[in-house]
C-alpha cells in the first residue's frame, strides 16, 4: 500500500511540476532600460479592495476593448498605504496620441516620455511572480546602473495572455 501511494504522490509531484514550467514558471524576468516615448491611457480610476468585482470587470471591459481595437491594456499602479487592504490602480488603453474627446466616464493619463527600467515576464498569470518581487529586482537593476526609479507607480502593459511589460519611470 505504502509503495502505491509513494508513486501516485510521485505522478502527482512530477505533473504538477510539468505544469509549471509549460506556464512558464521559473522563467527570469527580463530586465533592460528602454525609451518610451510620449504616450496617453484612456480607462477609469479604480481605488478599493483588491477582490472587489468591479475591479475584476473594470480590467475584463479594458482588455476586450484593448483587443478590439489592437491596442495593449494598460495598469497604473499607484503606491498606497494600506497594503494588501486597498489598491488605487488606472486600468485602460495605450495609445500614442492624445484623444481629441473622450467617452463619458473615461479619463486620460499622460505616460512620461523618457527612459524606463522595462522588466518583461512571459508566464501564465498563475505562475508569475509578485509584484513586490519584480519591483525589487527592477531596483536592483537600477542601481547596478546608478539609476533611480520611481516607486510610487508602476506601469503594466499586457501585451497578450502570457507577455507582460512592466514599466519603471527613471528619475
Not at 489592437?70 to 497604473?76: D, F, K, M, P, T
Not at 519584480?134 to 503594466?156: C, G, H, M, P, W
Not at 502593459?157 to 507577455?163: A, L, W
Request: proline share 5%; charged share 25%.
Amino acid at each position: 500500500m505504502k509503495k502505491y501511494s509513494l508513486i501516485t504522490f510521485s505522478v502527482v509531484v512530477l505533473v504538477a511540476v510539468i505544469v509549471y514550467y509549460r506556464l512558464g514558471g521559473g522563467a527570469p524576468v527580463q530586465l533592460s532600460i528602454t525609451e518610451r516615448s510620449q504616450h496617453w491611457a484612456i480607462g477609469e480610476h479604480f481605488e478599493g479592495h483588491p477582490n472587489d468585482p468591479k475591479l475584476e470587470e473594470l480590467f475584463v471591459r479594458s482588455r476586450d476593448h484593448a483587443v478590439a481595437e489592437g491596442r495593449y491594456l494598460i495598469v497604473i499602479n499607484y503606491k498606497t498605504e494600506d497594503k494588501g487592504n486597498r489598491i488605487k490602480q488606472f486600468i485602460g488603453v495605450v495609445q500614442d496620441q492624445s484623444p481629441p474627446e473622450l467617452e463619458e466616464g473615461l479619463s486620460v493619463v499622460e505616460l512620461p516620455k523618457g527612459k524606463y527600467v522595462k522588466a518583461e515576464l512571459s508566464a501564465h498569470n498563475f505562475v508569475m511572480p509578485r509584484p513586490d518581487e519584480v519591483k525589487d529586482q527592477a531596483l536592483e537593476f537600477a542601481a547596478e546602473r546608478e539609476i533611480q526609479i520611481e516607486t510610487n507607480v508602476s506601469y503594466e502593459v499586457y501585451e497578450s495572455d502570457r507577455k507582460l511589460i512592466i514599466l519603471f519611470y527613471s528619475l
